[in-house]
């Protein structure tokens, strides 16, 4: 039988515990000040709103696991949103447009992926680049204007339900799951920690750590494409201010999420909570009405939190480990 | 004779224009535990590298069980049975121990899904038979730096390794781990396994190798048996010359007090500590390490605050409020950590000798006259006898021992009236140390009050004027250097 001290403990160790309580709690107090919060109504508001940043979210806790960044998101997504548009205008049809425009953000991130190889540039710097030069791009293909007027079928990917869940809710859910899956039980992922906790230690036991790179560049660069695909179905348009700042968002869902910049760390599962977290933040702006100005002043503050957190409890596990090695050398 | 499962022949190997192995042979036995030992930057790292994979000779040929071979990669030497295990440890901290062990090997099924109980399963035996009972799912972070060596051993017996290579595995351990490692090392030796075993320690050295090789400069000088040997032999043969006098003489008189410490406490770390430094001697700190040594020295430098305690710089009660302040005092503190703490690895010679006084070359207006700063790291090049004798090499290109120079230069060119050194000769070859005690003595000559933290007792006592015995943060004696035995140092250690 285990006690309940054991079960914290191990709760505690798993180290999402105080995120979800904050969920937890912020619901609680959300439903109670305001009745529609938890209605069928707001969730899948509240969800649809989050989605691009969701799905994200996912590939970005594969960067980030692996010690690197992705600044390009924001930038992939609305050009994968551009390319879609414009070759919804051709004669080619909905699927094989959507498979080419998803192949040209996987070939993005394959180009991220090459600068930190070959050029030795780090990750922050070469997504940067390639952030500030598709959005450049963009404009320049666009020369600034929305495209609009797609085909009935590609309308319904972002409106569309299946028993009545709405198709991106369903697309994420997917996903989520197989990410998880892959990360935690995949003999490959799991390649992912080795190279971010210790890259050097991962090239010396034979992980391709170049390849590795290619694969998880390129998967962040196809979930933000289809973040893309998606957004401009529900807008039914494609334009260069979509995804403005969706990568900061996303970030922090993932360091709130329990992921560590510095790599090794992180999980799907985490991830997903902090993304819940800060859907429920943004709603609660729109519930109360308060000026939606000050939500991006609130996520960086979360942020904050979340870094000074960690910090703090690595502070506090340091000095535990060092008692219990002076305890040890005395008891010697 | 019993056959030779490695067998090298005619390695050599350069980077560049520097040629850092010449002509090495070396045969190890099947079963047998050999040392390779040698001063810092001898070789030994690269040939290990060699054998494991991870570097390629320009010439020579590598035998495994009297098949030729050429490794290109770390994997191909796995392959034959040779498992380094790095000074540098090479787990990854937010995985579990079985995750670890068996990196890039794990039992999966046709998709590649890992099978988790039969890792923890094959990970727990593997511990076992290492004599440790622990959780196969236990983050690496959680451990001891002594249960991760273990970890990194478990590590190569999972791959059947029929040659270990333990690099300076016990720099980082506790006696007891120490003693647990040497049984595991009979262990294996029993089992046929053959481990090559790098150190720096000759008592350990003797303590466990059947034959022991001696590099110098990148040349094989020569192997013997250990119970054909001792330590004055070996060391010979490591330096080419005989080390007679291993310690400078004592100072003959010792002056005012420079630095007296009275009352030092902080929670349970440090107790009521009272001390006297005198210009121009040497004391030495002793104790286990967590006895509040390194405490101490922090707490005086001014890097921790204090509950009580004052300390008089001659004859002034003194209380810095940063460790800048004390080097502006002229104290300093030489860190035992000196990669972390004590040296910028990316900046060269010049930079990190004048890092700490910098002021010294400010104009009025405060910008660097670097004539002077050229001028001053040359001097303490020259003075430390740092190799290569030159200010610009970057500090992270250089061997441990010198590395070392460089950090005592740094600490030299600040004028120092008390200088407190942590663990000096920490992972230097026995040539480097010599010429590191001396400095300190010269130093205390020239009337610089000298504290001495050290774990090594040979050191101490060789060294030292006087001797502070620490003991669960207190000190329990203060003994002369001379005439005082390691015994009399450990009884008031652990009373």
């Known amino acids: 039988m285990r006690s309940l001290g054991t079960v914290l403990k191990k709760l505690t160790k798993k180290g999402n515990i105080g995120l979800i309580a904050s969920v937890a709690l912020l619901t609680v107090v959300m439903s109670l000040a305001y009745p529609n919060f938890l209605t069928l109504f707001n969730i899948e508001i509240t969800a649809m709103g989050f989605i691009q940043e969701a799905l994200m979210a996912l590939g970005m806790t594969l960067v980030i696991i692996s010690g690197g960044i992705d600044l390009s998101v924001a930038a992939v997504l609305p050009f994968t949103a551009i390319i879609v548009g414009l070759l919804l205008k051709t004669s080619l049809g909905v699927w094989p447009s959507i498979a080419i425009a998803l192949g040209v953000a996987v070939l993005i991130g394959f180009i991220n992926a090459l600068m930190i190889n070959k050029l030795r540039v780090f990750p922050f710097i070469a997504t940067l680049a390639t952030a500030t030069m598709l959005r450049g791009v963009a404009l320049v293909i666009t020369e600034g204007a929305t495209i609009s007027g797609f085909p009935t079928a590609f309308y319904e990917i972002g409106h569309g339900r299946v028993y009545g869940i709405p198709v991106p809710v369903i697309i994420f859910l997917v996903l989520a799951v197989l990410f998880a899956l892959l990360l935690k039980n995949h003999s490959y992922f799991q390649q992912v920690y080795f190279v971010g906790g210790n890259a050097k230690a991962a090239q010396l036991s034979g992980i391709k750590v170049n390849r590795l790179r290619y694969v998880i560049y390129g998967i962040s660069a196809f979930m933000a494409g289809l973040a893309g695909i998606i957004t401009a179905s529900q807008y039914v348009s494609a334009s260069t201010g979509f995804g403005l700042n969706s990568d900061m968002r996303v970030i922090t869902s993932v360091i709130i999420g329990g992921a560590s910049l510095s790599g090794g760390k992180g999980s799907i599962g985490g991830t997903i909570w902090g993304v819940i977290f800060l859907a429920i933040i943004s709603n609660a702006f729109v519930q109360s009405g308060a000026p939606t100005y000050w939500q991006d002043v609130v996520y960086g503050g979360m942020l904050l939190a979340a870094v000074f957190l960690e910090e703090y409890l690595r502070a506090r596990g340091r000095k535990a480990k060092m008692k219990s090695w002076r305890e040890f050398l005395t008891s010697g | ?495």
């Open chain 2, 1 to 495: 004779m019993v056959a030779s499962v490695l067998k090298i022949k005619g390695i050599s190997k350069s980077f560049g224009v520097h040629k850092v192995l010449h002509d090495i042979d070396l045969e190890i036995a099947k079963g047998e535990v050999h040392a390779l030992i040698g001063e810092n930057g001898a070789g030994k790292s690269t040939l290990m590298k060699i054998i494991g994979g991870i570097h390629r000779p320009d010439t020579g040929s590598i035998e495994v069980d009297g098949e030729s071979v050429a490794f290109s990669n770390p994997q191909a030497a796995m392959a034959k049975g040779i498992s380094l295990v790095h000074q540098e440890l090479s787990l990854v901290p937010n995985l579990s121990i079985a995750q670890n062990v068996f990196s890039q090997r794990e039992p999966t099924n046709w998709l590649g899904f890992v099978k988790w109980d039969e890792l923890h399963k094959r990970t727990r035996e593997l511990m076992e038979r290492l004599g440790v009972d622990i959780d196969p799912a236990t983050m690496v972070a959680e451990l001891s730096v002594g249960i991760r060596q273990l970890v990194e051993i478990a590590k190569a017996l999972s791959m059947d390794a029929k040659i270990l290579v333990l690099d300076e595995p016990t720099s980082a351990l506790s006696e007891k781990e120490v003693e647990t490692l040497y049984r595991i090392v009979d262990d294996l030796k029993a089992a046929g396994v053959s481990i090559i075993f790098i150190s720096h320690k000759l008592p350990e050295v003797f303590r466990i190798s059947d034959r022991i090789s001696v590099l110098r400069d990148g040349r094989m000088i020569g192997t013997v048996k250990a119970e054909d040997t001792d330590t004055d032999e070996i060391i010979h043969m490591m330096v080419g010359r005989s080390i007679e006098e291993m310690y400078p003489p004592r100072a003959s008189s010792v002056g005012e007090t420079v630095l007296s410490v009275e009352g030092l406490s902080r929670g349970d770390e440090l107790s009521d500590l009272s001390f006297e430094l005198k210009k121009g001697e040497i004391l030495g700190f002793a104790g286990l390490v967590g006895s509040g040594r390194t405490e101490t020295a922090r707490a005086i430098f001014g890097a921790d605050p204090v509950d009580a305690g004052t300390i008089t710089l001659h004859g002034r009660t003194v209380k810095f409020k940063s460790a800048l302040d004390a080097i502006n005092h002229g104290v300093c503190y030489l860190t035992e950590d000196r990669k972390d703490l004590g040296l910028f690895l990316t900046k060269n010679v010049r930079t990190n000798i004048v890092s700490s006084s910098l002021k010294k070359f400010a104009s009025q207006l405060g910008l660097l006259q670097h004539s002077g700063i050229e001028d001053t790291a040359k001097y303490y090049v020259q003075h430390v006898k740092l190799r290569p004798a030159d200010d610009k090499p970057l500090v992270m290109n250089l061997s441990g021992g010198n590395q070392q120079k460089a950090l005592l230069a740094k600490w030299l060119c600040a004028d120092p009236q008390v200088l407190i050194v942590d663990e000096p000769t920490r992972g230097v070859d026995v040539g480097a140390k010599t010429e590191i005690h001396s400095h300190l003595r010269q130093l205390a000559n020239s009337g610089v009050g000298v504290i001495v933290i050290s774990s090594e007792l040979p050191e101490i006592l060789g060294l030292c004027d006087r001797v502070a015995v620490f003991n669960e943060g207190r000190i329990t004696a203060v003994l002369d250097g001379e005439g005082t035995t390691q015994e009399d140092v450990m009884k008031y250690a652990t009373m």
